[in-house]
């Protein structure tokens, strides 16, 4: 029998560069030419071997319990198409579980990308749409050997649902 859970609103804040600057950068588009500055994404890829690919991901909807973290690398995503989407964050941390009271969820729209910091907890990509295909910059083995997951159902018999904020 599955034990019940809480589940939680949580509301999707609209993504900017200083609100999420505790979790990662927010990447928007630039001139071509620009020079290299602190808009671009400082990445930490040197402890494997990069791996750039498009996923594609079906039906997330807005609810999670579980929430992730890479502690080897930074990593970038971005949704093709130009829809939005949602990402759960908590900051950084080499601890077996998230700060709660720092968990947010953002709104990021189809026209730019994240990266995330290395330790960042994240829960996602979810959206609403039926999938989306998603380019993502990690280590080739991020998902093998880099994936430590903390799961609020179990822990702590709650969930999250995103809703919209007004």
């Not at 979790?23 to 930490?44: C, H, M, T, V, W």
């Not at 822990?155 to 649902?161: P, Q």
Request: net charge negative; glycine share 8%.
């Amino acid at each position: 029998m599955n034990p019940s859970i809480d589940l939680q609103l949580i509301p999707a804040r609209p993504i900017t560069v200083e609100d999420f600057r505790p979790y990662g950068q927010l990447i928007a588009p630039s001139e071509d030419g620009k020079p290299f500055d602190n808009e671009d994404a400082r990445l930490e890829l040197n402890r494997g071997t990069p791996r750039f690919y498009i996923m594609r991901l079906h039906t997330r909807g807005r609810k999670f319990s579980r929430i992730t973290r890479h502690s080897q690398c930074t990593q970038c995503l971005g949704s093709l198409g130009g829809k939005e989407w949602f990402m759960g964050v908590a900051p950084p941390s080499e601890s077996p579980e998230p700060d709660l009271d720092r968990l947010t969820v953002f709104r990021i729209p189809g026209d730019c990308f994240i990266k995330l910091e290395v330790g960042t907890w994240h829960a996602g990509p979810l959206f609403d749409e039926e999938f989306i295909d998603f380019y993502n910059l990690e280590l080739s083995d991020t998902n093998v050997v880099d994936h430590f997951t903390y799961d609020f159902r179990k822990e702590r018999s709650i969930g999250f649902e995103i809703v919209d904020s007004e």
